[in-house]
């Protein structure tokens, strides 16, 4: 290789006719341009592609930014960049700065977070705690801001660099936001459309303030511990449901369980006799209308009716009405003084109360041998 050769190559090294950047990465935002010494000749040309912007800087200063198109680099060109090197009828080649081409393209499918549970307040279930995680998607939208604000000086900035940033502001202004919203706590998981507007609207001013356009933000799911779901489901059933039929329902498994503690083999007939009635009292009413069709009746088991049901008395002890126990239970409280011959009792058919010693099937609780009258024939 001759001299000349050699003064050719070093000149095409030192001077640059052509400023581009192609990228291929897909995860790169910035990427400063490298020459020899920072020098473009006078007249160089610059290519910006759709999905970029170049930025000038010099010497830490924003200069010149330039949208997808081409270029010839002269002070018509270069208005800001001229007025700060104080060329008033151009320039000498070459010429020193540092130019940024910046990614303006969107990018997707970027992950958050919250890395703590949110602790929040609710009326019913008290204080709660939930995580939340999605996805959301930005773009730089003022490059210039962007440059200086974020990128500094740094060669090539990629996404992974700003995301951890952008993941704290996230999880931040989302806490504040499900914090002020103050719902009830199964609505978070049912409103995550709603909740992720409100949410980037709260955001897209702490996001502009650098330079990136938060385009798209998603709430993808809303989590809280099981045995706060289960308290959720449960009082979301008991919500749909018709109380007056619920209490009904519960009053007999009450009596159920009550006459089977408490009268034995006759007590459980008893109160199995009347919680068939009361379940087929709420069949009645709650099997009128399903999916639009009439349901049919139900037919009658092959099983033999219950057991006659034992008369039940109710008693006045202490001001208050106790009961209802079997001819039996109240014998046995009359023998050890709980009641006495002068207190109040009352079973099906009486139209008041009446005192024990006035009702002639328990006068044999009194004491003697007379016997009661013979029945009419």
Request: negative net charge.
């Amino acid at each position: 290789m001759g001299l000349f050769d050699k003064i050719k190559e070093k000149l095409t090294n030192e001077f640059i006719d052509i400023v581009e950047w192609l990228d291929y990465t897909d995860d790169t935002i910035a990427h400063r341009f490298e020459r020899y010494q920072n020098e473009i000749k006078n007249g160089a040309k610059l290519i910006v592609r759709e999905g970029q912007a170049a930025v000038f800087v010099n010497e830490g200063q924003l200069a010149d930014v330039f949208t997808p198109g081409t270029y010839d680099l002269t002070t018509q060109n270069l208005p800001i960049l001229t007025t700060l090197k104080g060329w008033k009828y151009g320039f000498n080649s070459p010429f020193k700065a540092e130019v940024y081409f910046v990614n303006t393209h969107l990018f997707t499918d970027e992950k958050w977070g919250t890395k703590n549970p949110i602790t929040l307040s609710d009326e019913r279930f008290g204080l709660v705690e939930i995580r939340a995680f999605g996805t959301y998607a930005f773009k730089v939208s003022d490059p210039g801001k962007f440059i200086v604000d974020i990128v500094g000086t740094d060669s090539n900035f990629t996404n992974f660099e700003i995301n951890e940033h952008l993941k704290s502001l996230i999880a931040t202004r989302f806490t504040d936001t499900v914090g002020e919203a103050n719902l009830p706590i199964e609505l978070y998981a049912a409103n995550t459309s709603e909740l992720s507007e409100t949410c980037q609207e709260v955001m897209q001013p702490e996001f502009m303030s650098v330079g990136i356009s938060l385009e798209k933000f998603y709430i993808e799911n809303v989590s809280m511990p099981e045995e706060l779901k289960k308290e959720i489901f449960e009082y979301s059933r008991i919500d749909k449901l018709d109380l007056d039929k619920l209490t009904k329902f519960k009053t007999a498994k009450a009596i159920e369980a009550a006459a089977a503690n408490e009268g034995g083999t006759a007590g459980a007939g008893m109160g199995m006799g009347m919680g068939f009635v009361l379940a087929q009292q709420m069949g009645g009413m709650m099997s009128p209308q399903m999916g639009g069709q009439q349901m049919m009746p139900q037919q009658a088991p092959a099983t033999p009716p219950p057991m006659p049901l034992q008369t039940q008395y109710f008693y006045a002890a202490n001001g208050a009405q106790q009961g209802p126990v079997s001819f039996d239970q109240l014998k046995a409280l009359f023998a050890n003084r709980t009641i006495n011959k002068d207190s109040l009792v009352w079973k099906q058919g009486m139209a008041n109360w009446t005192a024990l010693k006035e009702v002639e099937e328990l006068k044999s609780f009194l004491g003697g041998n007379t016997p009661p009258p013979l029945p009419q024939q």
